[in-house]
């Protein structure tokens, strides 16, 4: 009898401990986007779906006696990709620079200027062997085992923020397939006013290394971006450039491309109402691992969309979006798209 109580004063006490230890900060947002495309591709046969973009992210953190804050999150995304936790941790010190740990992405991604395009969901499917890019950080790789740390606002000078980031190998063995080992990059962000003008200026170079059994590539992932926006009150004008090596994986059979994107976009906000008018136009070079020349591709965008706010985080959305394509050489995949549909979000 006296251990089974000995036992239970242990137990209570155990419970009393963990019942008032401290938790992390738990945050949760996300959205629920559906709605109806209707894709009319050339030569092909109109058709027409719902299209949905469910995500659910919480996001932890926590401050530490000497002012650090730590941080990580996770996401539910859909109904069939499941949990996406590959975030890693986020440690903020009091100077406001940042560090990255595990999964930290690359340097030269992080600045790259988002430029207005349709925020609907529609698009033409292109054929999986057109390797033209439409975004500027398409030539950004790295891997899990990674850091990128972020300098506090105003570093070198008034308005300038930089990041560095490296990775290195994951250990894995090398196969047929193309795999990412290492990279490093650099990416920097500058804002300055000019008059009633808010000007932001960004870009980044990034470099990676890669491994495959058999044939080696004539080029590893890398290349550079750069890009700006200007925002005069309710009016933003944004343009990019990026141009890169990309060693693929997974595009037709395991290729290699060089590429280059230019891309342009205005948006205009009065009251409820968003327009977003974009243009990309990609150019690529693709061949087999370890060869060069190749024959082209092309993939240009024209992309323009209406957003209502109907209420507090309710917004309504028309969508357009017209393709021209080429692959190889040759003509393929050009059409148009609408999207209708709403955005939720919390």
Do not use: C
């Not at 190998?169 to 795999?179: E, F």
């Amino acid at each position: 009898m006296k251990k089974e109580l000995l036992m239970g004063t242990a137990l209570v006490s155990t419970l009393g401990a963990a019942s008032v230890a401290e938790a992390v900060t738990a945050t949760m947002s996300g959205n629920h986007k559906t709605g109806i495309e209707f894709d009319s591709p050339n030569g092909g046969t109109d058709t027409n779906a719902q299209t949905f973009d469910n995500n659910f992210t919480v996001s932890l953190s926590e401050t530490t006696d000497g002012g650090m804050t730590i941080s990580s999150s996770f996401k539910v995304m859909d109904e069939t990709t499941k949990v996406d936790g590959d975030a890693g941790f986020t440690l903020a010190f009091t100077d406001g620079s940042k560090l990255d740990l595990i999964a930290a992405g690359n340097a030269s991604g992080s600045h790259a200027i988002s430029v207005p395009s349709s925020a609907g969901a529609e698009g033409v499917a292109t054929t999986s062997t057109n390797s033209a890019p439409n975004g500027l950080d398409f030539a950004t790789a790295s891997t899990n085992l990674g850091v990128e740390y972020h300098t506090a606002s105003d570093f070198l000078a008034d308005g300038l923020s930089m990041s560095f980031s490296a990775s290195t190998d994951t250990g894995a063995d090398a196969t047929a397939t193309y795999r990412v080992d290492s990279h490093y990059a650099i990416g920097a962000t500058y804002v300055t006013d000019l008059g009633d003008t808010a000007l932001t200026i960004g870009g980044g170079v990034s470099a990676a290394d890669g491994s495959k059994t058999g044939t080696a590539v004539a080029n590893d992932t890398g290349g550079y971006h750069i890009g700006l926006s200007a925002v005069t009150g309710d009016l933003t004008v944004a343009a990019g450039f990026a141009d890169g090596d990309v060693a693929a994986a997974a595009l037709s059979s395991a290729r290699e491309y060089d590429a280059e994107v230019t891309k342009i976009g205005v948006k205009y906000v009065t009251g409820d109402l968003t327009f977003n008018v974009g243009f990309a136009s990609g150019e690529s070079t693709d061949n087999a691992h370890g060869s060069t020349g190749g024959s082209s591709d092309s993939l240009d965008t024209t992309s323009a969309s209406v957003s209502y706010a109907v209420a507090a985080g309710v917004t309504a959305l028309l969508g357009y979006t017209s393709t021209e394509a080429s692959d190889e050489g040759a003509s393929t995949n050009d059409g148009s798209a609408w999207y209708i549909g709403a955005n939720m979000a919390f």
